[in-house]
């Protein structure tokens, strides 16, 4: 499976501080939970990530 492979799987995220000052994305899918936390530092990294992904996406879209 690659960033390219579509599956058919609903899931919930959810994006926020901790009370600790970390970032968490919390993702649950089919009875599954995933908490993912990171440094503040690290989740601007992230977030950067995800907005070149999208401007790329924009450029491939017809």
């Known amino acids: 499976m690659g960033i390219n492979t579509e599956r058919d799987i609903e899931a919930n995220m959810q994006i ?3 009370d600790i000052g970390m970032v968490r994305i919390f ?3 089919d009875g599954i939970e995933i908490p993912m ?4 530092e690290e989740a601007e990294e992230i977030a950067e990530e995800i907005l070149a ?3 790329a996406a924009r450029a491939v879209k017809p």
Not at 37 to 40: K, M, S, T
Request: proline share 15%; no cysteine; hydrophobic share 40%.
């Open 16 to 18: 926020g501080p901790t």
């Open 53 to 55: 992904a999208a401007q």
């Open 37 to 40: 936390d990171f440094e503040p």
């Open 27 to 29: 993702i649950e899918a």
